[in-house]
């Protein structure tokens, strides 16, 4: 199994310094190479690809000192990104989506360096005489020292190193991960995603939704329109830009440990899960329209599309499924449609059953619930029958 492992760096004033280098020299790097295949191919009609441009990197490295102090398999990992970009490109032209052309990386919009080797350019773990501290070496940085708050399991394939805002992480994308089973239940459940509740499950239980965009709105909002009256370019600007940074960081930090919480307990409690399969991108399309078409009821439809993100859905489900797959457990994804409008009961499928946004009564035989208790049992019993199916086929 593989799995990433994402630490905290604790980097000197000096490390910091070349750090932000590595990544400026690095966003030079992929500007470059995207001009260079932008131009041939307005100009010949040529199509420039990885292998040319890896090639070319020897001579961009004896031309430029500044570029050469950097590890050459990391530069290589940065042109294949551009690669990687292009090829998405591709496919959405090819499958009639907006293509969305690769663009040039402004600052602040390059914050990632992978190394692809652990011990080309880089070593996880450099000085294992410390007692104390685990520390990463990064060619033309050194030593950095890592706050490393679990064990690394497995071998350490690759290692990147992120900023967001003014911390900087590591990443370790680690193989031959071993599993960690829990103890079999024999329980089944179904989970109902909401607004309201983050979820609620067959059984009756809510888990509450924390609204942590919500939470913080006034700070962002005051944060924003300090931001809003500083002059492009200044150091002042910088600054509140980062303030606001800092505020969606935290919040997307909250996010991800009320999620990581809720899906392990889940993970313990249940042998198998059972969720919507949900399209969250489709879900969240804004209504507003076209000037010949506009939208309707655009306000409510943006609020409900900030509600819906804000409680993360997309990430839970992500954390739920692949920490289901470490535990051994069984997480199957079932059709949406109707199980909010379905009796648990009797079966019997109306829109008048839907009384209210929480109240369920059933117009054929009166059965009457909590309405995401309801959908919650029906979406249980359509992933036992699909469970049932596939281990009859």
């Not at 492992?5 to 020299?25: I, M, S, W, Y």
């Not at 394939?157 to 079999?184: H, M, Q």
């Not at 440990?257 to 409690?269: Q, V």
Request: net charge positive; with cysteine; charged share 25%.
């Amino acid at each position: 199994m593989r799995r990433s492992f994402r630490f905290l760096l604790r980097p000197t004033a000096h490390q910091v310094a070349a750090l932000a280098e590595c990544l400026e020299d690095h966003r030079t790097l992929y500007n470059a190479a995207l001009e260079h295949r932008r131009t041939a191919y307005a100009r010949a009609g040529v199509t420039i690809r990885y292998g040319e441009q890896s090639a070319d990197l020897k001579h961009i490295r004896a031309a430029d000192p500044g570029q050469a102090r950097w590890s050459f398999s990391s530069q290589q990992a940065t042109l294949r990104r551009l690669e990687r970009a292009f090829r998405a490109f591709f496919d959405r032209v090819r499958q009639g989506r907006t293509p969305g052309f690769p663009r040039f990386k402004g600052r602040g919009r390059f914050d990632t360096v992978e190394w692809p080797k652990d011990g080309d350019g880089c070593r996880w773990d450099s000085q294992p005489e410390h007692p104390t501290a685990a520390f990463v070496r990064l060619q033309g940085i050194g030593h950095v020292r890592v706050h490393q708050h679990r064990r690394v399991l497995g071998t350490v394939k690759t290692i990147s190193v992120t900023r967001e805002g003014s911390r900087w992480y590591v990443v370790l994308s680690c193989d031959e991960v071993p599993g960690r089973g829990v103890p079999a239940t024999g329980a089944a459940v179904g989970i109902d995603m909401g607004v309201a509740s983050l979820l609620t499950t067959s059984e009756g239980e809510h888990l509450v939704n924390p609204r942590h965009l919500a939470a913080s709105a006034d700070r962002l909002s005051a944060a924003q329109r300090d931001l809003s009256r500083k002059r492009r370019g200044s150091a002042r600007r910088r600054k509140a830009v980062a303030r606001v940074a800092a505020l969606h960081a935290r919040v997307r930090r909250q996010r991800l440990d009320g999620a990581h919480k809720a899906a392990l307990a889940l993970i313990r409690g249940y042998d198998v899960i059972v969720h919507e399969d949900l399209r969250v991108a489709h879900m969240t399309r804004s209504a507003a329209g076209t000037v010949e078409r506009p939208g309707r009821n655009v306000a409510q439809k943006a609020g409900l599309n900030r509600s819906i993100l804000d409680a993360g859905w997309g990430v839970f489900l992500t954390i739920l499924s692949y920490k289901a797959e470490s535990a051994g457990r069984e997480v199957i994804a079932v059709d949406p449609r109707g199980t909010s409008r379905t009796c648990s009961r009797c079966g019997h499928c109306a829109a008048d059953n839907r009384v209210t946004q929480a109240g369920f009564r059933c117009t054929a035989c009166g059965h009457a619930t909590h309405a995401d208790v309801n959908a919650a049992e029906n979406i249980l019993r359509a992933g036992l029958a699909l469970r049932r199916a596939a281990e009859a086929a």
